[in-house]
């Protein structure tokens, strides 16, 4: 039996994400921004649907993890959020941001500067967030340690939470292809 030959233009084509070929996602996280307009960003995804799965084909196929940058507006916040089955990671390219930080249970919010360069890893089971406190567009990188990571959840008794509730069982119709 005859080796196949490797084909490069073929592993491009599965496995390079180019900047040219992707789009700002404002709408990703839109159902937050109808909540407050502060939590108003955009991502655009390189490896995986991440935690929000939505159908992108123009991505490449996770494996083991989501690759995305975010675009934090001058003022916006990423709101308090809990992934209970995977590590995130926060890298910011461009700026300077506020990581918040929050133990289940307590009420203190943790606040710590990021500059350009900078990460942050949180782990499971700790509330994050981000908030862009400067008068400048910050961009970032963000990466879940897992190919479909749970839906977040935010503050009991948050609006936020209420809503993600409902929008669980819409997240499982896409990631079966019911959607």
């Known amino acids: 039996m005859a080796e196949e030959k490797f084909n490069?233009?073929?592993?491009?084509?599965?496995?390079?994400?180019?900047?040219?070929?992707?789009?700002?996602?404002?709408?990703?996280?839109?159902?937050?921004?109808?909540?407050?307009?502060?939590?108003?960003?955009?991502?655009?995804?390189?490896?995986?649907?991440?935690?929000?799965a939505n159908n992108d084909s123009n991505v490449i196929a996770a494996e083991h993890f989501t690759l995305s940058t975010m675009v934090l507006p001058a003022g916006c916040i990423g709101p308090l959020h809990l992934h209970d089955?995977?590590?995130?990671?926060?890298?910011?390219?461009?700026?300077?941001?506020?990581?918040?930080?929050?133990?289940?249970?307590?009420?203190?919010?943790?606040?710590?500067?990021?500059?350009?360069?900078?990460?942050?890893?949180?782990?499971?089971?700790?509330?994050?967030?981000?908030?862009?406190?400067?008068?400048?567009?910050a961009l970032m990188l963000v990466m879940l340690g897992a190919v479909k990571p749970n839906l977040p959840t935010y503050v009991e008794g948050s609006p936020l939470e209420e809503l993600r509730i409902q929008r669980a069982k819409e997240r499982e119709a896409i990631i079966n292809g019911n959607k």
């Open 8 to 52: 490069v233009a073929e592993f491009e084509k599965k496995y390079v994400a180019r900047l040219q070929d992707r789009s700002l996602d404002w709408n990703v996280l839109k159902f937050q921004e109808e909540i407050d307009p502060r939590y108003k960003r955009a991502q655009m995804r390189y490896i995986g649907r991440g935690a929000t």
């Open 85 to 137: 089955d995977v590590e995130e990671v926060f890298f910011i390219l461009k700026g300077s941001v506020k990581a918040l930080i929050q133990e289940v249970g307590k009420d203190e919010v943790h606040e710590i500067r990021l500059n350009e360069r900078d990460c942050i890893s949180s782990p499971p089971g700790v509330y994050r967030g981000i908030h862009n406190d400067g008068d400048e567009e």
